[in-house]
């Protein structure tokens, strides 16, 4: 089935050691998101790439960068993990910018940072 | 500026009774309204939307939500809650008139159906 996965479903990193977190999706979608969700709270979007296109929201640290080598791959990259960096991730795609498409979500990457 | 406000933390209610999860939100132009539900430990799923014509909007589940533009509100409801109804909800918003396709969510609403 079409879907957007994400690898791995539990990350364990140390304090400041550089991590990467991956995103694939079959729905040949133009948009891809990456969203920070803390405790259960509203997820939070870091930045998504319109195609090509990459654009980042302006509170998200400098510590968080990504890249989309491709349609189908996204990566989520953590220079210097903080304990405050602790949290699920979310990948979600879309098919367009426009903002009646409704967002496809990964299962989520859990991250923990001793 | 777009923001949501998901107004309850928790909403319990008893299996086979009707339930509303509460939304009201905020934007400038006019909005596209969206319900996600998420289950422990996974992404969120899409339920329903509201983009236009008829205000009461139905999606997967048996849920359905009103949309009431001057009340600003997007409710969810479902006739007969299930067990299996039990997940967190999340209200989100798009504003119709910019294109960047940015979603703001709501603090979301835990919902605990009872047997």
Known sequence: DAMVIQNPRYQVTQFGKPVTLSCSQTLNHNVMYWYQQKSSQAPKLLFHYYDKDFNNEADTPDNFQSRRPNTSFCFLDIRSPGLGDAAMYLCATSTRQGAYEKLFFGSGTQLSVL | ?115
């Not at chain 2, 533009?69 to 999340?90: G, I």
């Not at chain 2, 798009?94 to 159906?113: C, E, P, Q």
């Open chain 2, 1 to 115: 500026a777009q923001s949501v406000a998901q107004p309850e933390d928790q909403v319990n209610v008893a299996e086979g009774n009707p339930l509303t999860v509460k939304c009201t939100y905020s934007v400038s132009g006019n909005p596209y309204l969206f319900w996600y539900v998420q289950y422990p430990n996974r992404g969120l799923q899409f339920l329903l939307k509201y983009i236009t014509g008829d205000n009461l909007v139905k999606g997967s589940y048996g849920f359905e939500a009103e949309f009431n533009k001057s009340q600003t509100s997007f409710h969810l409801k479902k006739p007969s809650a299930l067990v299996s109804d039990s997940a967190l909800y999340f209200c989100a918003v798009r504003d119709m008139d910019t294109n960047a396709g940015k979603s703001t969510f709501g603090d979301g609403t835990t919902l605990t159906v009872k047997p």
